[in-house]
């Protein structure tokens, strides 16, 4: 193992538990920041609602992997607090999860004030911004629905590059490294996928019926309520599966997957694959 010490905030979360298990692959020290330990990485506590926790998490490290965790009350809004924590610790490199959607977020909002904060900190810095993550269907918000056998979206025949989370982990792996590119990487899968090919790749893979229906945003927004989402992040959600239904968004394929790593993103029937062997499905 090399002295070169890493703090993953959310390492038990989609992608943080894939950036401190590839961390961990490099021989570097992974310090997993978070309220309970994770599977990899010594565990340091960290609270986002408890700012005391803060400055011992970051502490030692020569760089951060931050992200939000985006439905917790009030996190969005102290990223750039935390982040400024992060700084003057002396981590000199941090690499911070933001999203596609910054791209056309109103300057004011949280994500585009996290990623303004990180860029005016004096230190190397990349912002990760992926697309929707493949993830959702196996372990995320969407993930009751996959199991009910019926995907409920209110995506229409739209398409999207759909991103496998271990591919957004080894791209801020590779900026986490001494010397890993900085700035904005935009994260993609390498094809545009409709919800009816992300079906049939889980249904394939798991062994059982899965379809896609097109729903309207009300009936998509009680779906996620009913699993303890907020109106305002089922809102989010739908307005944005809406305009990619609508073609009013086009999301285009990066290659940054390719350019840092040197083979092709995870594609849906080995994202599906993988999620059906490592996955105990109610
Ligand atoms: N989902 C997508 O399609 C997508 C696409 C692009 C960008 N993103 C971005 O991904 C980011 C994270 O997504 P997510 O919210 O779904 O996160 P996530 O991957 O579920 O991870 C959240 C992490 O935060 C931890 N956490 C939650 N509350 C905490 C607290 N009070 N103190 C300490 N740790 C806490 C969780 O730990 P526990 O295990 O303790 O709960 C977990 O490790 C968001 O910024 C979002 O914009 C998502």
Redesign the pocket.
Known sequence: MSDYTVTV?????????HVAEQAVARGWRVRA????A?RHGEWAM?????ED?WRPAFSGSDAAYV??????PG??ER?PHLLGVAASTGASRIVL?????ADSAAEDSP?RLAERTLQALPVHSAIV?????L??FT???FATMTWAGDLRLPAGNGTIP??D?RD?AAVAVAALAPSGPQGVLPVTGHEQLSHDQVAAALAAAFGRPITYTDVDSEEFIGLLMARGFSRGYGQFLADALREVAEGRLLIPASDTVERLTGRRPHDVIDFARYHAAHLAVP
Request: no cysteine.
């Open positions: 905030v959310g390492a038990t979360g989609k992608t943080g538990r920041a978070g309220r309970r994770a960290l609270d986002w609602d408890d926790t992200l939000t965790p985006f439905n917790h996190a969005p990223t999860l933001s999203s596609l959607d994500l911004r992926p697309t929707w993550f993830d959702n372990v995320g918000s759909f991103v989370v957004v």
